[in-house]
């Protein structure tokens, strides 16, 4: 069981076939004119100057100037045990349409983590930024069977669709990997997903809305996503400051204030 890091030194993961949704002219659009141009690359630079490509993000929402983003909280946040909060690793993020000739990398900073080790694997980014990115609305949890399409970079390869289905829409086991809680994560069977893929949304296509975001894989046949409605109250919980883990910078908090 495994988080969807991007690991270069990896083959591509096969993953379980599942049922697969009809390709219709609709789905081609949406993905074509919303889910593909509304994601992103996630990139960290080294102290070299470097840039590494981490994950997928998704523009959800506007903000002045520019996009607020969404993605995985393990890609770029870390949980202190010790302290029990959350905080944005000590490097600079980057995201990008990743375009063919001309690859621009916009800025963007941490604005809110989900502590990991509570289940709340989400990071938010914000990058100001004249570019024009659609957004995707969110919508409600899966359903088992529902059909869902998701756009991702596994293994840094650029932009790919996925198809698959729900195959449960909440796990009944008590799954812990490394530091994240799955329990009460969506079961997907989806093709191609592998490192890299990590924080990529999931459409639910009766919905035309996110659903879920990838996270990571269980024994290579079964791909495991945080359902939308733990974003959303995370969202809130960061809006009205009530969320006691998420920490901008872990070297001002106490012992004593994380608890």
């Known amino acids: 069981m495994k988080k969807l890091l991007l690991a270069f030194g ?18 081609v ?3 074509a004119k919303t889910l593909s141009p509304a994601t992103v690359l996630l990139y960290s630079q080294d ?36 302290k029990k909060t959350t905080s944005p690793e000590k490097t600079f993020f980057y995201v990008t349409r990743d375009e063919p000739k001309d690859k621009q990398f916009i800025k963007a900073e ?23 990115f659609p957004i995707v609305k969110l919508g409600k949890d899966p359903v088992v069977l529902e059909q869902i399409v998701n756009v991702a970079s596994p293994l840094g390869l650029g932009k790919q669709v996925f198809l698959g289905s729900v195959s449960s829409p909440s796990l009944d086991r008590p799954v812990v990997v490394n530091d994240i809680n799955w329990t009460g994560v969506v079961l997907l069977q989806m093709f191609g997903v592998a490192g890299g893929a990590s924080g990529s949304s999931v459409v639910c296509l009766d919905q ?35 969320y006691r883990y998420w920490v901008k910078d872990s ?8 608890k």
């Open 110 to 132: 941490i604005t809110g983590c989900g502590y990991q080790h509570k289940g709340d694997d989400f990071m938010l980014l914000e990058a100001v930024s004249d570019q024009d």
């Open 251 to 258: 070297d001002t908090v106490t012992n004593e204030e994380g």
């Open 208 to 242: 035309e809305a996110i659903c879920a975001f990838v996270v990571g894989v269980v024994s290579d046949t079964t791909i495991t996503a945080m359902p939308v409605s733990r974003l959303e109250s995370l969202r809130k919980a960061l809006r009205e400051k009530t």
């Open 10 to 27: 990896l083959g591509l993961t096969t993953l379980a076939l599942g049922q697969t949704p009809p390709t219709t002219t609709k789905t």
């Open 47 to 82: 102290q070299n100057g470097g840039m590494k490509m981490r994950c997928t993000a998704t523009a959800i929402d506007r903000i002045p100037k520019g996009y607020e983003f969404v993605t995985a909280a393990h890609c770029g946040c870390q949980d202190n045990l010790e």
């Open 29 to 31: 659009d949406f993905v």
